[in-house]
């Protein structure tokens, strides 16, 4: 049996550009547990929020389009990564969030979480590539963060 996971009060979800992944699950945890973590999300780089991504939150009543893309470093610049957890969701940001925080006292966990932009077919076909990452993220955010 492994340790007990410390106490959790801030959580960052990173991805690659904070577009996508990292964003859907900024919001499902700010829907679930925005009362009692502060949560806030990054990429390497910076984009603009997936359309699809407002669409596949929208159809479970989180509300998305307001979300402000941010990088690691601006985070890090503003906040100093003050952070107990960080989550990330792609491999470049894994390798980023622990060259980052190799001096710091945080816990930094890998979610392997496929990208759905990168599914092709028609509309439907990539909303239901969108539906299963932000349902995986959903088990995998309540199951790591309930109290």
């Known amino acids: 049996m492994g340790e007990p996971h410390r106490k959790i009060q801030a959580v960052l979800f990173a991805c690659a550009m904070n577009a996508i992944r990292s964003p ?3 919001a499902i945890a700010r829907h679930y547990f925005g009362q009692s973590l502060f949560i806030q999300s990054a990429g390497i780089r910076k984009g603009e929020i ?3 991504t407002i669409a ?8 998305a389009r307001e979300h402000k893309p941010h990088t ?10 003050n952070f ?5 969701l792609s491999p470049e940001a894994h390798h980023a969030a622990l060259e980052l925080t190799r001096t710091l ?3 930094v966990e890998y979610w392997p ?7 092709e077919g028609n509309r439907e076909e990539r909303l239901e590539a969108y539906r299963a990452v932000r349902d995986r993220l959903i088990e995998q955010i309540i199951a790591r963060l309930k109290p």
């Open 24 to 26: 859907m699950a900024e």
């Open 50 to 52: 997936d359309g699809f």
């Open 72 to 81: 690691l470093e601006e985070l890090a610049e503003w906040e100093g990564l």
């Open 113 to 119: 979480t496929l990208d759905p932009s990168l599914i």
């Open 56 to 63: 596949v939150l929208s159809e479970i009543g989180i509300d």
């Open 84 to 88: 107990d957890l960080i989550v990330t």
């Open 105 to 107: 006292a945080v816990d």
